[in-house]
């Protein structure tokens, strides 16, 4: 039995990717923000993707930097099982890929990196900035550290995952897994931490004005994660699972009530690259 405390979330890599499309904008858009590496002087780049998922992200690495070490960084052995099995090997521009167990929270350079990146992670690591410095400390001159997270904690989908939780029904059961995701700062924040480190450093916001298809669409977005630790704390009682999502579907349709073209769902995100001195 998984107390409410010791629960940590089961994956389910096919249910996040149901959002693809949705979910892999952002990192292109990091992505484009990245400077060149000190690894394009002839040498092959040395690039970790911390928090990696599933891969797809992580595979987009190697399009840009063909002839890198890329290595993805996940805790979750659901996700590692399907990047291995996706994207593990040598890739179409003669580089190399692959993907091994890691704890950001504790994670910290065994060798000098050329480019440090996480895509939708760190919001799961309390006090991820205090790992900056360390990581930054882990780069080549002129290196990179980049990473987006989401910024939409106090939206509907997030504000009503949380207090639905509080509920007395379900207080004693989940606990605080509605809210536990939530360590990001401000952008100013990060803008502030990663330039006291030495880094030339550009920090941005984006909200993103997504229609999503189908029924339900955004409880099938939450599915894959914020609602994860919820999920995983019940998920030994069915009976339960099913009342759960039953009362929170009800107060996503509520708040995100479909159009005639889908359902608008805004999402925040928050974006930092901090380029090390060379």
Same mark, same amino acid.
């Given at each position: 039995?998984?107390?409410?405390?010791?629960?940590?979330?089961t994956? $389910?890599?096919?249910?996040y990717?149901?959002?693809?499309?949705?979910r892999?904008?952002p990192?292109?858009?990091?992505?484009?923000?990245?400077?060149q590496?000190?690894?394009n002087?002839?040498?092959?780049? %040395?690039?970790?993707?911390?928090?990696?998922?599933?891969?797809?992200?992580?595979?987009?690495?190697?399009?840009?930097?063909? $002839?890198?070490?890329?290595?993805g960084?996940?805790?979750?052995?659901?996700?590692?099982?399907?990047?291995?099995?996706?994207w593990?090997?040598?890739?179409?521009?003669?580089?190399?890929? $692959?993907?091994? !167990?890691?704890?950001?929270?504790h994670?910290?350079?065994?060798?000098?990196?050329?480019?440090?990146?996480s895509?939708?992670?760190?919001?799961w690591?309390?006090?991820?900035?205090?790992?900056?410095?360390?990581? *930054? !400390?882990?780069?080549?001159?002129?290196?990179t550290? !980049?990473?987006?997270?989401?910024?939409?904690?106090?939206?509907?989908s997030?504000?009503?995952?949380g207090?639905?939780?509080?509920?007395?029904e379900?207080?004693?059961? *989940?606990?605080?897994?509605?809210?536990?995701? *939530?360590?990001?700062?401000?952008?100013?924040?990060?803008?502030?931490r990663?330039?006291?480190?030495?880094?030339?450093t550009?920090?941005?916001?984006?909200?993103?004005?997504?229609?999503?298809?189908?029924?339900?669409?955004?409880?099938?977005? *939450?599915?894959?994660?914020?609602?994860?630790?919820?999920?995983?704390?019940?998920?030994?009682?069915?009976?339960?699972?099913?009342?759960?999502?039953?009362?929170?579907?009800?107060?996503?349709?509520?708040?995100?009530?479909?159009?005639?073209?889908?359902?608008?769902?805004?999402f925040?995100?928050?974006?930092?690259?901090? %380029?090390?001195?060379?």
């Amino acid at each position: 039995m998984h107390s409410v405390e010791s629960a940590a979330p089961t994956w $389910d890599p096919q249910q996040y990717l149901r959002h693809a499309g949705h979910r892999t904008r952002p990192f292109i858009d990091l992505l484009a923000r990245i400077p060149q590496l000190p690894g394009n002087d002839g040498r092959p780049a %040395r690039i970790a993707d911390l928090g990696c998922g599933p891969g797809n992200v992580t595979a987009l690495l190697a399009d840009r930097w063909p $002839d890198a070490h890329i290595t993805g960084l996940d805790l979750s052995p659901e996700m590692l099982e399907r990047a291995e099995k996706d994207w593990a090997g040598t890739t179409a521009g003669g580089g190399w890929l $692959d993907f091994r !167990a890691a704890d950001a929270a504790h994670w910290t350079p065994e060798e000098p990196y050329d480019l440090i990146v996480s895509n939708a992670a760190l919001q799961w690591v309390p006090n991820h900035p205090e790992s900056f410095a360390p990581w *930054v !400390a882990g780069l080549r001159p002129g290196g990179t550290f !980049a990473f987006q997270v989401p910024g939409n904690f106090t939206s509907p989908s997030h504000a009503l995952l949380g207090e639905l939780c509080e509920t007395p029904e379900w207080r004693g059961r *989940v606990g605080d897994q509605g809210r536990r995701y *939530v360590h990001i700062l401000e952008p100013g924040d990060y803008l502030r931490r990663l330039t006291d480190l030495g880094c030339e450093t550009d920090v941005w916001e984006t909200t993103y004005h997504q229609l999503l298809p189908g029924e339900d669409p955004v409880l099938d977005w *939450v599915k894959g994660t914020a609602l994860r630790p919820v999920l995983t704390a019940l998920r030994d009682d069915r009976a339960a699972t099913e009342a759960f999502l039953a009362q929170y579907r009800e107060r996503l349709r509520e708040a995100y009530p479909p159009g005639p073209h889908g359902t608008p769902f805004p999402f925040r995100r928050i974006f930092a690259v901090a %380029r090390k001195g060379a």
